[in-house]
């Protein structure tokens, strides 16, 4: 193809070019300005979802502490707290309970077999177990009124041990 300068129509030093080329240039630092845009957009949608969320708090944390706390309708109830309490949790189903209690707990107390008077209680090592609680400690053998003496220092607040004489 020949090359057939037109004036007007095409530029023999591609001057187009050149132009599209400074104004790139020119254009730098609005294109940074517009990239700052939008990262201050950015920011600014994210703290207002942490503000969101903070109100969201706030306002359950208002509605935990006030009068309209969801517990206020699972409160145990019991007319002597002496005799039976409860809790009621998260999980606790709203429901209405009634006990009767016909006989208060009080200290299990029994008699063994009357034994021999020169009774030995034999060397090892002995475990109680009282409801959920445990007493153990280590006898070196004796009579029954040294193994009730060790059992009674161990055992202070779980078991009290005594020897009667017939």
Sequence with gaps: MS???VPGVRSRFNTERMIEDLMRVERVPLDRVQRGTEQLQNQKTWWQDAGRRMSTLR????FLF???NPFS???VRSGDDAIITGTATREALEQERTFQVRQIARADRFLSKPLD???Q???GNYTLT???QEVNFN????TVREFTEALNRRGRNTIQASVINV
């Design 3 to 5: 090359d057939i300068y």
């Design 59 to 62: 306002d359950s944390a208002r």
């Design 66 to 68: 006030s009068f309209q």
């Design 73 to 75: 309708e699972r409160v």
């Design 117 to 119: 008077e020169n009774f």
């Design 121 to 123: 209680v034999g060397a």
């Design 130 to 132: 009282v409801g959920e």
């Design 139 to 142: 006898f070196r053998g004796g």
